[in-house]
């Protein structure tokens, strides 16, 4: 097992709705989204989903709109993945074209944060920075924190340059990287948007 081979990208997520009807937040998030381009699972504390990189942000995206959308403050943490070096890719749909299953241009605010983790890349700090400034020339960084950068804006705005971010995070060397993501949608703290 060599770390950055593998073609798979992954995303383990948790949703949570602010609400005591949670279930039905969560469980319609995932009926709603056309999950049919990767490999999910759910369990009693997150969902993963696995496959090609265009496919899992598309889902990714698609999920968080669809429990955006029902107007009820909802929270989001989840890491992406790729280049694991333990990954295997025999229940993964890496055959699996690029057109994407789903797509709604709803406009949804987001306010989210996200962590960058270049493994085995002794310049890692050059490439965080570098995708800092990508987030200035985008028009969605927010603020700088500790441990954490912020991101806002319209949902597809904001999922657009994580995908962006990610693939140039993974550079030609170093393959191997994680992202860490949060988000917080409609919540009152928000002032309407």
């Not at 496959?51 to 709109?65: E, I, M, P, R, Y």
Request: proline share 3%; charged share 20%.
């Amino acid at each position: 097992m060599q770390c950055g081979l593998s073609p798979i990208v992954g995303f383990r997520f948790s949703l949570h709705p602010m609400t005591n009807d949670f279930i039905s937040v969560i469980k319609g998030a995932l009926l709603e989204t056309d999950t049919s381009n990767v490999w999910m699972h759910t369990d009693d504390v997150s969902t993963v989903i696995r496959g090609k990189q265009v496919h899992v942000f598309n889902v990714a995206k698609a999920l968080t709109l669809h429990a955006a959308k029902t107007g009820v403050h909802v929270a989001l943490s989840g890491t992406f993945s790729a280049g694991c070096p333990g990954d295997t890719a025999g229940d993964v749909y890496l055959d699996k074209g690029d057109d994407v299953a789903n797509v709604d241009a709803t406009k949804q605010y987001v306010s989210s944060q996200f962590a960058l983790y270049p493994m085995n890349n002794p310049n890692y700090m050059d490439v965080i920075y570098r995708e800092v400034e990508r987030a200035k020339e985008r028009g969605v960084f927010n603020e700088s924190m500790h441990y954490a950068s912020g991101i806002h804006g319209d949902i597809h705005d904001v999922f657009a340059f994580y995908e962006e971010t990610f693939t140039h995070a993974r550079s030609e060397e170093h393959k191997h990287l994680v992202m860490t993501v949060s988000m917080s949608i409609n919540s009152p703290s928000h002032g309407g948007q």
